[in-house]
């Protein structure tokens, strides 16, 4: 009843633009259309749930309870917009002067457009007085903030830590590695070639092990607010491990209050695997609704997924998580506090390491120091301790900092606000650079990342990649991930910082990245900020490890004349020597880049040489140098150490430097590069 009340207000409200004569008919005719068209049950969600689907040009405006109705506003053009109540023959086309109109369908369309335009998410809590107001305010209605409303550090055991843990022993107990006997080498081998992983020793560990809690012992203080939000959180899984996708939820139901964890919402990306199918649906029947398990009809990818993942949870808070993943101790209320204060932060928690073999829980980052993410031009992630002028803003190590970007996998956000911004762009495939995507928007567009040292999820690193990405990648030129960084970098960065990107990876400009005019249009709608706001504000670290790149005289394939062999990394870890084979003319392992300063570059790593020695190693931080030059006329690759030359040795086929000879075709180089067969 309340929710009706509720409803009735913001139309009375929304009749403060109408003649008196409308209010009550504006109002008895919508009552009316929800009559007829929404049973009681389902009118909170029709009123409330009012999302964003941009990347179809769709504002979905309502569903029921059971997600099976679909109510749509579709934008034509500036002025019109076309109603889908989802019945035949009642699409319209509405402006706001239908508000007035007779047309019950249209005033109530009208309404909800008016709604949609001044970012009425929802109408929880709009009273009449509040409602012209909140017109000219543009934080959208739906969020309640409670600006001030900070966690508080007590010398008591904060409210939502655990009491009375049990102490347990057996596989894997406490984190601790589990080393399975030899005679089960075989399973051991099979499972970490299936799976990346070692699933034997997994399924010998108990779903609910204990393991160790690693926060700073600070965090055990901290007293949150009590009526944090309801939160789904979202595990989007394609042929996991059964008993590490089941371990991710259990702990996720062992170690979060159970009044905040509204659903953990399963996501299965079109798994093949038998034990995936009915042996799951029937094991999360145990959890008697609180565990819902939705399946893609076909494979989608990680990115969309996530997408339909945030669609179809109805908590007001999401929580990502990878499918295999162990969440430590009271790790979801320090997660919520940040975004209870205000819905525009995303929050991070700091990722423990699960080893793939014995399965140890233990921390990756040194106890008491924190780190930030950031990126490299190539756009490749990277992290970085928290600089002075972050951590100088704060009193206590664990409270949450801001961060100006994020790994991608783990993250909790308001999830009106993640649709509001348009979830992930639709066109990036598969998975990589969304992480970046979605850190530029939310930092450009008006809101922020906190990462939560009390927060703390283990996380299985794989020791490869087990599946393929399927027809996903098919009909598709060049590396997918580029392809998702140039869609990132297009949209969100200046002319200035874009350079950088295509000095770093030059191939890069010959990619098709197909259309991303929605993209910058949400860029526009939303007025977000410029990238080199973000540089100087936010980011301002990435420099001081990754300056700004002076552009590439010459890049490409380096060929050697004598022999018609190119420079190649050879695929190997660096550092290590750098090899020679066969040009091939596809870029990576044999994308060399030379630069106005003289450093010789391949994709992160730079080129060191001596006499007797060519070495490949990361490039230092924070110089962009080398002591390299090239002499066009005699074809010369000069090293500074004494100005000899880069020479292959004519029996031994390794590379060196020795004194310059201009008869020595073994010394002479071309950097070329065609333009790719894309
Ligand atoms: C809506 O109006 C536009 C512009 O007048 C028109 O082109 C379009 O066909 C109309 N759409 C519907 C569904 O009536
Ligand atoms: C896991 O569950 C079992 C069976 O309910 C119980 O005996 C054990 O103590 C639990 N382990 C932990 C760490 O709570
Ligand atoms: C290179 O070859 C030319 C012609 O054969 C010869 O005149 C010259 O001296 C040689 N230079 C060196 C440095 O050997
Ligand atoms: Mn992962």
């Not at 992930?424 to 008006?446: A, H, M, R, T």
């Amino acid at each position: 009843m309340q929710n009706i009340t509720i409803f009735l207000f913001t139309l009375a409200a929304l009749c403060l633009y109408c003649e008196s004569k409308y209010f009550e008919s504006r109002c008895d005719l919508v009552e009316e259309l929800r009559k007829q068209e929404f049973p009681e049950d389902k009118m909170r969600d029709w009123v409330c749930l009012i999302e964003k689907q941009s990347e179809r040009k769709t504002h979905k405006i309502g569903s029921g309870k059971d997600g099976s109705k679909d109510y749509g506003l579709f934008q034509i053009n500036d002025k019109y917009w076309c109603s889908n109540t989802g019945i035949p023959g009642r699409d319209c086309n509405v402006t706001c002067v239908d508000l007035l109109s007779d047309d019950i369908t249209k005033a109530a369309t009208c309404a909800k457009l008016i709604f949609e335009r001044h970012n009425f998410l929802a109408c929880e809590n709009v009273g009449a007085e509040s409602m012209s107001a909140l017109i000219s305010d543009s934080q959208p209605a739906y969020y309640k903030s409670h600006q001030n409303v900070y966690p508080t550090l007590k010398s008591e055991l904060g409210n939502f830590e655990p009491r009375n843990l049990k102490d347990t022993t057996g596989p894997g107990e406490k984190g601790r590695p589990y080393h399975m006997s030899q005679d089960r080498a075989n399973d051991v081998a099979e499972s970490e070639g299936e799976y990346g992983m070692n699933i034997a020793a997994s399924d010998d560990i108990a779903m609910n092990r204990s393991i160790p809690d690693t926060r700073l012992d600070e965090c055990k203080y901290w007293h949150y607010p009590e009526e944090l939000p309801s939160t789904s959180v979202i595990i989007v899984f394609h042929n996991e491990g059964f008993s590490v996708l089941m371990r991710t939820v259990h702990s996720v139901i062992d170690r979060s209050p159970p009044n905040i964890l509204h659903e953990i919402v399963l996501v299965d990306d079109f798994s093949d695997k038998e034990n995936l199918k009915s042996n799951l649906d029937n094991y999360i029947k145990r959890w008697k609704g609180k565990v819902r398990l939705i399946r893609n009809a076909q494979r989608e990818g990680l990115i969309r997924t996530r997408s339909r993942g945030a669609q179809e949870a109805t908590g007001d808070v999401i929580v990502f998580l990878d499918a295999h993943c162990e969440v430590n101790l009271n790790w979801l209320p320090p997660l919520l506090a940040p975004i209870y204060r205000d819905y525009r932060i995303m929050t991070v928690p700091v990722i423990d390491g699960v080893d793939h073999r014995t399965f140890e829980y233990r921390p990756v980052y040194q106890h008491g120091t924190n780190y930030r993410g950031i990126f490299e031009w190539g756009m490749l992630y990277k992290e970085n301790e928290v600089p002075e002028r972050e951590a100088s803003l704060h009193k206590h190590p664990s409270e949450p900092y801001k961060s100006p970007t994020h790994a991608g996998g783990l993250f909790a956000i308001n999830r009106r606000y993640f649709l509001e911004i348009g979830a992930y762009d639709p066109g990036l495939l598969v998975w990589g650079g969304e992480n970046f995507e979605l850190s530029f928007k939310i930092w450009q567009c008006g809101g922020s990342i906190e990462w939560v040292p009390c927060s703390r999820v283990g996380h299985v690193y794989r020791a490869f990649m087990p599946y393929s990405f399927g027809n996903l990648a098919k009909n598709r030129k060049g590396s997918l991930i580029t392809i998702n960084y140039k869609r990132v970098i297009e949209t969100w960065f200046d002319e200035e910082h874009k350079e950088f990107f295509y000095t770093r990876e030059p191939m890069a400009r010959f990619l098709d990245m197909g259309d991303i005019s929605e993209q910058v249009a949400l860029r526009d709608r939303l007025k977000c900020k410029p990238f080199s706001w973000f540089m100087e504000n936010v980011a301002y670290d990435v420099y001081d490890k990754f300056p700004k790149l002076p552009k590439n005289i010459h890049w490409g394939m380096v060929k050697n004349k004598a022999t018609g062999v190119c420079l190649d990394t050879m695929g190997k870890a660096a550092p290590a020597y750098i090899g020679t084979s066969t040009c091939h003319g596809a870029g990576n392992s044999q994308l060399f880049r030379l630069n106005e300063a003289g450093q010789l570059g391949v994709g992160e790593r730079c080129v060191e040489a001596d006499v007797n020695n060519v070495k490949q190693a990361f490039c230092r931080l924070g110089t962009v140098d080398g002591p390299w030059s090239f002499d066009e006329g005699h074809s010369h690759l000069i090293h500074r150490l004494h100005g000899y030359c880069l020479t292959l040795q004519p029996h031994s086929k390794q590379l060196g430097l020795a004194p310059c000879d201009p008869n020595n075709t073994y010394q002479q180089w071309t950097i070329m590069h065609k333009k790719p067969n894309w």
